[in-house]
């Protein structure tokens, strides 16, 4: 090894530090969703579907993905699920609705497509103590809602996250939709470890969110999730689960991973290029949520460690992933004492094996994928190009992958709305019901006695409910 190294020497010292440090941080992540274990769920538990969940699902979309996945989360047995969209969209919705499960389905409506202002619609007119926030492809297992339902025994916990993986939108998996799958093998390593060893996650995904309904019912937590601004002036109607990840850390609750076969949710992915603009979107959001995690809100540093070092280890990635093939041209260009083709062959073989053990736990499941682990290997480094062009296009806000959705503000979108019913201008009729002149004091009287409960006493206190206001009979001030 000596006899290979000694003309860079003082090179090949810290390209392997870099590398032993890397791999030893894998298996370390390994070791620890190897020895995970998931919350099983008691024979009598506090929390059952049928009264204390109900399921809020923003979309814009009616397709076949829907139709199966509502049957999926039927199959659960929920309390209810609400389908918010905007106006234009109610028709053919209510009309699945009525075909799959009128008694259980409901469909409200916003003035405009806002997931924010959508999933704040749908907290508002829910009444049990657990709420799930379901993408419209999310496809459930049978016993997807038991075992989250089992993480709230625990009166600390406030959000929790499952493990995924892809369904195939035709026949076979496209290569796009192969390389989510990679992807999500590797998410679900990483969760399963930041869980097991520091009890926190990076992020609980939007595609199946659980929460306690009294931690969204917060009017403080629905003014800044439907005000969030990048740098003061960018409205973020994407990053949804970011914001619900770093509030469950920063109003102390704690959060758990379910990575287990039986709470496993299949969903849909791009099966083209247009899977990169997926992938550009997330990257954003990312970057986004990790500086506030880190520098703004802070803390995470001291009550999950690990995954604060997960995350700014996620900041260097770029820089030390590329330094492998500049290493590899740097030698082809110099003088050095091993012909080209036998370098760059040797460190074609030595990522192709690493990234093979990495997915090996997907490459079990599919072993047909292993074609694939070429074009992931690529994809990672157009990956890192990615996430330096992200970083300083963090100003860009908008979904990229969905027509229709703009980049208003989720707070304006409810006020425009709700001034153009007062002038006339909008078909829709705002009206006023006369509790809502009494809802502020009553909002300041429950809080109030909230803030006398004990923190872990919490979760079972039936909470009076505040009027459910909808945006059409929203509070209007008129100067």
């Known amino acids: 090894m000596l006899y290979l190294t000694a003309d860079f020497f003082p090179v090949f010292i810290p390209l392997g530090i870099i590398g032993f440090y890397r791999y030893l941080i894998f298996i370390i992540k390994l070791i620890a969703w190897i020895v ?32 199966e996945a509502a049957e999926s989360w039927l199959a659960c047995n929920p309390k209810e699920i609400i389908i918010v969209t905007e106006e234009s969209m109610y028709g053919p919705l209510q009309e699945l609705a009525n075909q799959i499960n009128p008694e259980k389905i409901r469909v409200l409506t916003v003035a405009k497509a806002n997931k924010r202002l959508q999933m704040v619609q749908g907290i508002r007119h829910t009444t049990t103590d657990i709420l799930v926030f379901a993408d419209d492809d999310a496809i459930w297992k049978p016993q ?46 990483e969760v399963a470890a930041s ?72 969903s849909t992915f791009k ?36 995954v604060t070092y997960t995350m700014l280890d996620k900041f260097v990635n770029p820089l030390t992933l590329l330094s492998g ?16 083709w036998d370098i760059i062959l040797s460190y074609v073989v030595w990522l192709l094996a ?14 047909q994928d292993i074609i694939h682990v070429p074009a992931f290997l690529l994809f990672n480094f157009y990956f890192a190009f990615m996430k330096i062009y992200a970083l300083f296009t963090l100003n860009v806000t908008g979904w990229g992958t969905r027509q229709g959705v703009g980049n208003e503000l989720a707070a304006d979108i409810e006020r425009n709305a709700a001034a153009a019913s007062i002038d006339g201008t909008s078909q829709t009729t705002i009206e006023i019901p006369p509790e809502v002149a009494i809802r502020d004091k009553l909002i300041a009287k429950l809080t109030t006695e909230d803030m006398m409960v004990p923190d872990r006493a919490k979760a079972h206190v039936i909470v009076p409910a505040v009027p459910i206001i909808p945006l059409e009979a929203a509070p209007v001030m008129i100067a």
């Not at 919350?39 to 076949?64: M, Q, S």
Request: proline fraction near 6%; glycine fraction near 6%; charge should be neutral.
């Open 271 to 306: 099966t083209d290029w247009r899977f990169i603009k997926q992938v550009l979107r997330w990257t954003r959001n990312t970057w986004r949520s990790d500086f506030r995690s880190l520098f703004v809100e802070r803390h995470l540093w001291f009550k999950h460690p690990f």
């Open 325 to 340: 093939p500049v290493s590899v041209i740097a030698l082809c260009f110099t003088a050095y004492h091993l012909p080209s």
């Open 36 to 67: 995970y274990e998931p919350i099983i769920p008691l024979d009598d538990p506090v929390y059952v579907p049928e009264k204390d969940v109900t399921i809020v699902v923003p979309t814009i979309d009616a397709g076949e993905e829907f139709v």
């Open 144 to 189: 997807t809602l038991n075992y989250i339902l089992a993480c709230f025994e625990d009166e600390s916990i406030g959000g929790v996250g499952t493990s995924q993986t892809v369904k195939s939108v035709g026949k076979h998996q496209t290569v796009w939709e192969v390389l989510a799958g990679f992807r999500l093998t590797v998410r679900n390593i």
């Open 195 to 266: 869980t097991h060893i520091d009890g926190g996650v990076c992020c609980i995904s939007g595609r199946t969110a659980t929460y306690r309904t009294v931690i969204l019912k917060d009017p403080e937590f629905q003014e800044k999730f439907t005000n969030d601004l990048w740098r003061g002036k960018y409205p973020l109607n994407s990053g949804d689960d970011k914001f619900l990840t770093r509030w469950m850390v920063s109003h102390g609750w704690n959060t758990y991973m379910q990575v287990c076969s039986e709470a496993e949710l299949l």
């Open 354 to 367: 690493t990234r093979i053990v990495k997915l090996s736990p997907h490459l079990f499941r599919r072993p």
